[in-house]
């Protein structure tokens, strides 16, 4: 059964600082993993997709990785600003069709 | 195009009671999904479709119904609510998951006291 795990649960930083969340899956037998954001309150919204024969993702100061042989997956946030507050989810999509297995986010909270 | 959307926002239901999350969608995707999120976990699959009159359990279905008649719209019924589904629910549709991402409606706080 495919588990998927993000390590720091919550996150702390002052404006300005460039972060790494990570994010671990035990079955590399995955179609593509997608970084997701959550604001308290609200649904998720996409931020990036890596199909499994990609390396990297990049959008604006955001740039996901994917090493599926490890099990790891880092999303990268460049030069951290106040509204990047919120809780980072990672998921994999196990096969094609259907389900995706989520980790437990993490909760960044930017200083001004 | 108002993508998913889900009523009601919040809900709170007693033991053995009923009652239907709506979700529908206006993108037109074949996909559509309920997860449910308990606090400071990860989403869950309750139970997802591939298309109209085609449902199938997630890991987490019991408990839970669904039907798909039409493709916009993709109803959860709970029946003899219980105080472990308090949760927050979750509609997402895709169009082709393989390659695309899951699009999400913003959630339904239910409480069953």
């Known amino acids: 059964k495919q588990e998927v795990t993000q390590i720091p649960a919550a996150l702390s930083v002052p404006e300005g600082e460039n972060l790494v969340l990570n994010c671990s899956f035990t079955d590399s037998a995955i179609y593509n993993l997608q970084w997701f954001r959550q604001d308290p309150g609200k649904g998720l919204t996409s931020l990036l997709l890596?199909?499994?024969?990609?390396r990297e993702q990049t959008s604006g100061r955001l740039n996901a990785s994917l090493d599926k042989s490890s099990g790891r997956s880092t999303l990268y946030i460049a030069a951290s600003q106040p509204g990047d507050s919120a809780t980072y989810l990672c998921?994999?999509?196990?096969?094609?069709?259907?389900?995706?297995?989520f980790g437990g986010g993490t909760r960044l909270m930017v200083k001004p | 195009n108002a993508g998913v959307t889900q009523t009601p926002k919040f809900r709170i239901l007693k033991i053995g009671q009923s009652m239907t999350l709506q979700c529908t969608q206006d993108?037109?995707?074949?996909?559509m999904y309920w997860y449910r999120q308990d606090p400071g976990m990860g989403l869950k699959l309750i139970y997802y479709?591939?298309?109209?009159?085609?449902?199938d359990k997630g890991e987490v279905p019991n408990g839970y119904n669904v039907s798909r008649s039409t493709t916009e719209d993709f109803p959860l019924r709970l029946e003899l609510a219980a105080p472990s589904q308090t949760s927050v629910y979750f509609c997402?549709?895709?169009?082709?998951?393989?390659?695309?991402?899951?699009?999400f409606g913003p959630g339904t706080r239910l409480t069953v006291l």
């Open positions: 890596i199909q499994s024969s990609q």
């Open positions: 998921a994999v999509l196990v096969n094609a069709g259907n389900m995706l297995t």
């Open positions: 993108m037109n995707h074949n996909y």
């Open positions: 997402a549709s895709s169009f082709y998951p393989g390659a695309d991402t899951q699009y």
């Open positions: 479709s591939v298309g109209a009159g085609i449902t």
